[in-house]
């Protein structure tokens, strides 16, 4: 009996220090954390809002962690296409995506994705939050909200407005606008608010609804016309621009955020790493310097506050897109 309790405790004691050594790296790892290069991919092209920010968030992150932090576009599918692939690596932190509400509107859009939003993906913070804004070609007869809604109903279905893709916030502005003035206007979706904005530039689309950042540059040198943002208080970037709802659509709001996920199933210690690096970064005096001159807030949610959010998120566009009947062109 005496040897059969001391085999039990030996093999206790062993099953004990293999445990200990399964869960000592993951530890060693979120304190050693980063061991290499990190990179934030944007799943859109480069030049739109979402890069942006990144671009402007890694260059924070890089001297915090003292390891580069390189931007990657890879654009495709309204960001569906990089999700899936981030969904099947491994969780280990140095691969990072940056991306927009489409995250959590495409699964009301797409009935086959191969990865789960909510099980598949650790989120870590909310990045931003983003007004949009309503900006049209200087040779677009329009110059004002009110006169574009005359414009709309005088010529029904002759208005295009461009987007960065089915579903994602800037479309579903126009899908509101649409329905508020009770216009009808046709929707052109793009592979991204970067090429729809080159459309835009060239006045191969008359409008479109971007966020303040993407456009804030070609409103100010004259390129474009802003005539309304979609937030219910005037956009401290652009304080001379009315919002929509100011212009005659009382009630209507339609604003973008941004946030950042790794795979799921990270070791705890590692998200809440990640998530306390990014939460300090975004609240860093240059990083709000910056972020506010693009007309973007940064986040400050805690990550148990952001994971909730993307959860709830989640539930609401599904309804939503469902209500609106909004279908895949």
């Not at 990144?54 to 260059?59: F, L, S």
């Not at 966020?211 to 304080?239: C, D, E, M, N, Y």
């Not at 970064?281 to 973007?296: D, E, K, P, T």
Request: aromatic share 6%.
């Amino acid at each position: 009996m005496q040897i059969l309790k001391n085999y039990k405790a030996r093999l206790a004691a062993a099953a004990l220090g293999i445990l200990c050594g399964a869960v000592a790296p993951l530890a060693a790892h979120a304190q050693d954390f980063p061991t290499q290069p990190v990179k934030i991919v944007v799943p859109f092209p480069a030049g739109g809002t979402t890069d942006i920010l990144a671009r402007q968030m890694a260059k924070e992150l890089g001297e915090r962690w003292g390891k580069p932090v390189i931007v990657d576009n890879k654009a495709g599918g309204s960001g569906t296409i990089f999700s899936d692939q981030l969904a099947r690596m491994p969780a280990d932190g140095h691969t990072l995506m940056l991306t927009a509400t489409h995250h959590v509107i495409n699964p009301g859009l797409y009935k086959n994705l191969k990865y789960d939003t909510r099980t598949d993906f650790t989120p870590l913070a909310q990045v931003a939050t983003v007004p949009n804004v309503l900006v049209v070609h200087p040779s677009f007869p329009p110059k004002s909200v009110q006169q574009l809604v005359a414009y709309a109903k005088a010529n029904p279905g002759k208005v295009n407005f461009g987007s960065s893709g089915t579903g994602g916030a800037n479309h579903l502005s126009g899908e509101l606008f649409k329905l508020m003035a009770g216009v009808e206007m046709v929707h052109i979706p793009y592979k991204g608010a970067a090429n729809a904005l080159t459309d835009l530039l060239g006045g191969q689309i008359p409008m479109m609804f971007d966020s303040v950042p993407g456009v804030l540059q070609h409103i100010q040198s004259g390129k474009l016309l802003a005539l309304g943002v979609t937030s219910l208080k005037r956009s401290p970037a652009l304080p001379n621009v009315p919002t929509i709802d100011e212009a005659g659509l009382k009630g209507f709001e339609a604003t973008a955020w941004f946030g950042l996920y790794a795979p799921g199933r990270m070791d705890p210690k590692l998200r809440d790493k990640l998530a306390g690096d990014v939460r300090q970064v975004l609240q860093s005096a240059n990083i709000r310097s910056q972020f506010a001159a693009l007309g973007a807030e940064p986040g400050s949610m805690t990550q148990a506050q952001f994971a909730s959010f993307v959860d709830a998120e989640l539930t609401k566009w599904v309804k939503v897109i469902s209500d609106a009947n909004v279908k895949i062109d």
